[in-house]
């Protein structure tokens, strides 16, 4: 199941509103963007309109946001959710902004700029809309940024453990990681200079990582081996390895960019 599906939409949308980690990771990025002087602000992968609304409840009254989606699947969840007239939401990838209303002097991305093809495309389509003063912030999860520490959490290595169990190989599914050093240079070549990487640290419960990896479109990409009925029994399986109850720390580092 893939983030175009209207049922991943509705359960990812769900674990939102009822979990924390997207309302914490989105008030920091509202803190780093630093909106009280935008007139525009552009929201990257808005998703179900979470940040959307973060940004409605810090930015000038007089101000306007543009939440954008590669899946119709969740822009319509948040055009359902969002009611402010301050606030519109337009289908199409991140590297793909022309004919969106501008300049923006603000552009944040939460939790999903690593999922990007290419973040040079990205910076490069951002180079026409964002003027000179402009800030862009967004964050990535520190287990996914070269030279970053990141603790190996219990249900992590349960998913490994079980994944491997269902496969019968050894897990290949490192991610990629992200380069600082590379997202410097793709920035400094559309005119963005790179201000600070800031490590911030959340505190969740294996619980809510849980539900989160649960999300359709999360644990899909490990799973492509399997179809959905061994697909939920693998995460019942992790889900008796863990003590959802169990404290972790889940460091996050956010890239605050200006040009």
Do not use: K
């Not at 935008?38 to 000038?60: E, F, N, S």
């Not at 969740?204 to 539900?211: H, R, S, T, V």
């Amino acid at each position: 199941m893939d983030w175009n599906s209207a049922l991943n939409a509705e359960i990812y949308d769900l674990f939102v509103r009822e979990r924390s980690v997207y309302e914490w990771l989105n008030r920091r990025l509202v803190e780093l963007a630093e909106l009280e002087q935008a007139d525009h602000i552009l929201d990257l992968a808005c998703g179900t309109g979470a940040t959307v609304l973060a940004c409605l409840r810090a930015m000038p009254a007089r101000a306007e946001i543009v939440g954008i989606d590669a899946s119709e699947a969740m822009i319509r969840v948040a055009q359902a959710n969002v009611h402010d007239p301050r606030a519109s939401f337009v289908r199409t990838p991140a590297s793909e902004l022309e004919g969106l209303p501008g300049p923006f002097q603000r552009v944040v991305c939460c939790a999903a700029f690593w999922q990007f093809p290419s973040a040079g495309a990205v910076f490069r389509a951002l180079a026409s809309h964002a003027p000179e003063g402009s800030r862009f912030v967004f964050n990535v999860p520190a287990e996914r940024v070269q030279g970053e520490t990141s603790t190996i959490h219990p249900i992590q290595a349960a998913l490994i453990t079980e994944i491997e169990r269902e496969s019968g190989r050894s897990f290949g599914g490192q991610p990629t990681l992200v380069d600082p050093e590379h997202l410097r240079t793709r920035g400094s070549e559309s005119g963005f200079r790179l201000l600070e990487a800031r490590r911030l640290v959340y505190e969740a419960n294996q619980g809510e990582l849980f539900e989160l990896m649960s999300i359709p479109a999360m644990i899909g990409p490990l799973t492509e081996h399997l179809d959905e009925i061994g697909r939920d029994r693998l995460l019942e399986r992790v889900r008796r390895r863990i003590d959802a109850d169990q404290q972790v720390e889940v460091p996050w580092i956010y890239f605050i960019f200006e040009r």
